[in-house]
């Protein structure tokens, strides 16, 4: 008997489509040997030493995207966050044979072309283009994609383009598959007399550039988003037929209030240029540029690189360097911290006017608790990947039944107070809850993390309060919550507590972006729990208590 032969014609039509689909994947699992791992893009730039523009922002923004970035410098420029001091233009024919080097030893898949000061620059790299692509063609090598970035002025307003190159710039956009030209520079292209004030102008002039030369437009809004305003917006303007139709679409983001944008418009070209080859429209590709530069910008402050306008985070996506989580952490904590230190219950605590009603009901809630909270301990015991990390937190939670849960039932024998019919607050039902939920996520460095307000806050508090009753001048043996006070400003605790935070802070050092990120975001969330916490002691009647 023959073999069964799958012939396309006996085959239902969605048999046949999968088949081919398979095969092609087939195909192209045998071809990936041979294919590079990276795409290839080539920056066309001026430099800046200071890292945030340029040359320098170009290879940055490739690498955050995964691609090779491939550098032929137009200029070297002294410029910082401040302003540009000194420029030197390269020769034409310096800049040719940079660009050969590179062409003549290398495919480039997409590229980014940004200042080119001078019209004998721009006619330099006009002709270099030309003769590439009609090599690539005679040679069946795909077209590499070309992103313009039309470069006029810098956020500082110092020129980066000659009178003369204007022009020349103007020849050679043809030649592009999208431009991208900021506020001022659309106006300048669109021959506009002043430059669009508001998104509707902005879109109607990228409307009218995209038309006139016959290439996409990203027109960038950073220029809009400092204005004022929520969002920020830039235009997508494309040719959508070869009659002079356009179709624009709006490109959304968050607007970041901050003035460390030196460099954005060329993070933003390059990175299109890097996105462009692994997206199937512009539009993807805009959108995921907006998205990842979104995240750039809004991480810029923290950089704290120059007096003037710094630049973006090339890096955000990465756990910051050189400040430990812990730092982090506390920096971030400060203003739940700073209402938990001036809280009514905590200041009444120290001038020993908190009722003992208030008091007893707080200590019940902390008992209630901590049943839950010392269990956590030993499961981040039981999860630790080090041996003096699980001892750490094994003593920890025996640590916690010890000394807390003894203190409080002693305290409730010594002023007669039996709580045994108190139940959970809701508050600290919410506050187990969170911990209980980050602890399901099954990693051990986020239960660390949830855990470590409820040491720190509370040893930064012990210490707080000791202090503020010393100044006082009430002795703490006598104060009657003097007792609890010890408790937290105990060395001991202070011990317990550094080594706690060591430990998130190696956790953390070893985690990826968004593990730290989770890290951070269920310290945070565990802080404000710790408020409401205490501020549940004197809220008791509107709990139903
Ligand atoms: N404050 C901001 N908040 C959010 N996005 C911004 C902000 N400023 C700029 N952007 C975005 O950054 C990208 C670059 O736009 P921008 O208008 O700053 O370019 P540019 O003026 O050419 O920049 P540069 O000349 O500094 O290199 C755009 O996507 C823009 O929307
Ligand atoms: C080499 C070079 N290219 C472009 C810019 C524009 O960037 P910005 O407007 O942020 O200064 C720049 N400053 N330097």
């Excluded at 002025?153 to 110092?158: F, H, I, Q, T, V």
């Excluded at 993070?267 to 995240?295: F, H, I, V, Y």
């Excluded at 999860?383 to 203190?407: I, K, N, P, T, W």
């Excluded at 009753?469 to 010890?486: A, C, L, Q, S, Y």
Aim: proline letters at 4%; glycine letters at 8%; one cysteine or more.
């Amino acid at each position: 008997m023959s073999e069964p032969q799958y012939q396309q014609s006996n085959e239902t039509p969605s048999v046949t489509g999968a088949m081919a689909a398979l095969a092609q994947l087939e195909a192209a699992g045998e071809r990936a040997a041979d294919a590079p791992s990276r795409l290839r893009i080539l920056s066309i730039e001026g430099s800046d030493p200071i890292g945030g523009a340029g040359t320098m922002a170009d290879m940055k923004a490739f690498t955050a995207q995964g691609v090779f970035g491939y550098a032929a410098m137009t200029s070297v420029l002294a410029q910082n966050t401040q302003g540009v001091t000194s420029i030197v233009n390269m020769e034409p024919d310096f800049l040719v044979a940079q660009l050969n080097a590179v062409s003549d030893d290398a495919i480039i898949d997409s590229m980014k072309i940004g200042m080119l000061g001078t019209p004998e620059l721009v006619e330099a790299v006009k002709g270099w283009l030309t003769a590439l692509e009609q090599h690539y063609r005679d040679e069946g090598i795909a077209k590499p994609v070309v992103v313009l970035d039309p470069v006029m002025y810098a956020k500082s307003g110092d020129a980066l383009l000659t009178e003369q190159a204007e022009q020349a710039l103007r020849d050679i956009i043809p030649m592009a598959d999208i431009i991208t030209p900021n506020v001022p520079e659309l106006a300048a292209l669109a021959d506009a007399d002043q430059p669009a004030a508001d998104i509707d102008t902005l879109e109607s002039m990228a409307r009218e550039v995209c038309k006139r030369y016959g290439v996409a437009v990203y027109a960038k809004g950073g220029a809009l988003a400092l204005v004022g305003g929520a969002s920020s917006t830039d235009i997508l303007a494309e040719p959508s037929d070869g009659q002079g139709e356009v179709r624009t679409t709006r490109i959304e983001g968050r607007a970041v209030r901050t003035h460390n944008v030196h460099g954005t418009g060329d993070t933003l070209s390059s990175t299109l240029a890097a996105l462009r080859p692994q997206c199937d429209t512009w539009e993807q590709a805009a959108r995921r540029a907006k998205t990842w530069m979104n995240g750039a910008i809004a991480a810029a402050d923290r950089l704290h690189v120059g007096k003037g306008h710094g630049p973006v985070d090339f890096t955000w996506q990465h756990a910051p360097t050189g400040l430990r989580f812990s730092a982090d952490y506390w920096n971030r904590v400060r203003p739940i911290r700073e209402r938990i230190h001036g809280m009514r219950f905590i200041t009444s605590m120290v001038d020993a006017t908190l009722s003992l009603e208030d008091f007893a009901f707080y200590l019940h809630q902390d008992d209630i608790y901590l049943t839950d909270y010392t269990s956590l301990l030993a499961l981040a015991s039981s999860r630790a990947d080090r041996l003096d990390e699980r001892v750490f937190f094994a003593q920890a939670a025996s640590g916690g039944v010890d000394s807390e849960v003894m203190f409080h039932h002693n305290w409730y024998v010594k002023h007669g107070f039996d709580p045994s019919g108190t139940s959970r607050s809701e508050v600290t039902a919410a506050y187990i809850g969170h911990e209980h939920r980050v602890a399901d996520s099954g990693s051990y460095a986020r239960l660390a993390a949830v855990v470590m307000p409820c040491f720190w806050l509370y040893a930064a508090m012990g210490k707080e309060m000791r202090e503020q009753v010393r100044n006082k001048h009430i002795d703490v043996d006598t104060h009657p919550f003097g007792e609890w006070i010890r408790m937290y400003s105990d060395p001991e605790f202070t011990e317990s507590t550094l080594r706690e935070v060591q430990i998130c802070d190696r956790l953390a050092a070893e985690a990826s972006i968004d593990e730290y990120e989770h890290m951070m975001h269920a310290a945070l969330v565990s802080s404000e729990h710790e408020f409401r916490f205490f501020e549940q002691g004197l809220t008791r009647p509107a709990l139903g208590f």
